[in-house]
């Protein structure tokens, strides 16, 4: 049993499949480069590590790939106008999250944050449209700070702006960047098994426990 005063939740594979937005971006955006298009499979193993990050994926056809600076440059104003368009349209919030909120915010005491590396000018717009914005008493994204995940820094200023130790803090994500960061800063750490882990099971990163559906929240934490 997890017994946290605290609890931050990634957005990306966690609380909003986002991939079919994100995946629409992409492709309009390669073909504005005359370039082909990826598909929403390899888009999937891509996200995780921010917009610019996807981008230099999405050019390169490469979960590891850089592009050319002269075509990432061109191609990164075009994804970001497009998202700005297309942030929520086709994102929906995976089954159970509304059940697991809930949940969560009927346990005495416990802080609710927010912590992924979605870029703040989509995330705020994002959490807002599908209604789960005000569920936060934080929120960091993945520019807000120099640091994003999986280094620690995020996980630690949302700790010590709500005044809860690290050890007694759970971060829920989807993606070793979560785990990795959860760990660096001395969280526990529930992962989603359907979330995005560039094609990879999380239990391979042995997280504290991994469940279905935020349902299961219910029977792993009390307050
Ligand atoms: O890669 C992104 O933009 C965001 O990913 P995250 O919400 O899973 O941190
Ligand atoms: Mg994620």
Redesign the pocket.
Known sequence: MFKPKMVLI?????LVDSVPDLTFCVDEMLKQLDMPVRGEAAVRQW?????Q??TERALTNDLDGYPDAELFARAMPIFMELYAENTSKRSRLYDGVLEGLDFLQSCPGLKIGC?????EQFTLPLLTDLGIVDRFEIIIS?DSLPEK?PHPLPLLHAAEKLGVKPEDSVMI???K??VKAARAAGFQIICMTY??NHGEDIRNYSPDAVIDSMTELASLISA
């Open positions: 990634d957005v990306d594979g966690t996200v995780g590590n921010g917009v990050r996807l912590v992924t590396n979605k870029a993945g995940k994500g989807d993606s960047s979560d979330g995005y």
